[in-house]
């Protein structure tokens, strides 16, 4: 089974900073990672997937990235209602993983 | 739009079993995309159940495959969760979502969750 490993566990920021989200896959996984924001008491939403393609709706502050093994979110200028949690997910291989969940504060 | 709407009892007593109904409107269970059961404890993160495709193809994560089983109801458009043998460690929302193909599988929509709690 795959594993994957999301870090940090939680960031804090201020409003307008960058910040960037990473996932690691215990083996490869080609593109077929998909980032998802989750807001408190609500499903997540799918924000990017196939690690670069932003899902219709999603505000272009948001981003993906491969390189390597290793997969990135990288929110710019960082909004108010960006400081929740985020989360990875595999689906290159059943049983498909999620990351372990990074929660984004307000520094 | 395809939308997602899960139901199910609030409660399970232990060890008894788990089920819940998740109706799929606004399209076709018999799509070429796979339906999924998702769950997250309190506090944390999200656990992939498992996942059913047409015909009857299935794939469950390991660590509760001896327990689960998902299906589907052609006649009602509905996709079925069973979870056998609960204990507290069970307690959870559980979301179904679909596994869109043009997405590579991807879960671009998901319903709203339903929180099951486990204790006697």
């Known amino acids: 089974d795959i594993q994957m490993t999301q870090s940090p566990s939680s960031l804090s920021a201020s409003v307008g900073d960058t910040v960037t989200i990473t996932c690691r896959a215990s083996q490869s996984i080609s593109n077929y990672l998909h980032w998802y924001q989750q807001r408190p008491g609500k499903a997540p939403k799918l924000l990017i997937y196939?690690?670069?393609t932003l899902q219709t709706g999603v505000p272009s502050r948001f981003s993906g990235r491969k390189s390597g093994s290793e997969f990135t979110l990288t929110i710019a200028s960082v909004q108010p209602e960006d400081f929740v949690a985020y989360y990875c997910?595999?689906?290159?291989?059943?049983?498909?993983?999620f990351g372990q969940g990074t929660r984004l504060e307000i520094k | 739009q395809v939308q997602l709407q899960e139901s199910g009892p609030g409660l399970v007593k232990p060890p008894g079993t788990l089920s819940l109904t998740c109706v799929v409107s606004?399209?076709?269970?018999?799509?070429?995309?796979?339906w999924t059961w998702v769950r997250q404890p309190p506090g944390k993160s999200l656990e992939w159940i498992g996942e059913f495709y047409r015909g009857g193809s299935t794939h469950y994560n390991p660590s509760l495959e001896s327990r689960v089983t998902i299906s589907v109801d052609e006649s009602n458009n509905q996709v079925l969760l069973r979870l056998t043998s609960v204990t507290a460690a069970d307690t959870a929302v559980y979301f179904c979502?679909?596994?869109?193909?043009?997405?590579?599988?991807?879960?671009?929509?998901w319903g709203q969750g339903i929180l099951v709690t486990v204790s006697s």
């Open positions: 196939i690690a670069s």
């Open positions: 979502a679909r596994a869109n193909i043009q997405l590579v599988y991807a879960l671009d929509t």
């Open positions: 606004g399209g076709s269970i018999n799509s070429n995309d796979w």
């Open positions: 997910l595999q689906t290159y291989s059943a049983p498909y993983s």
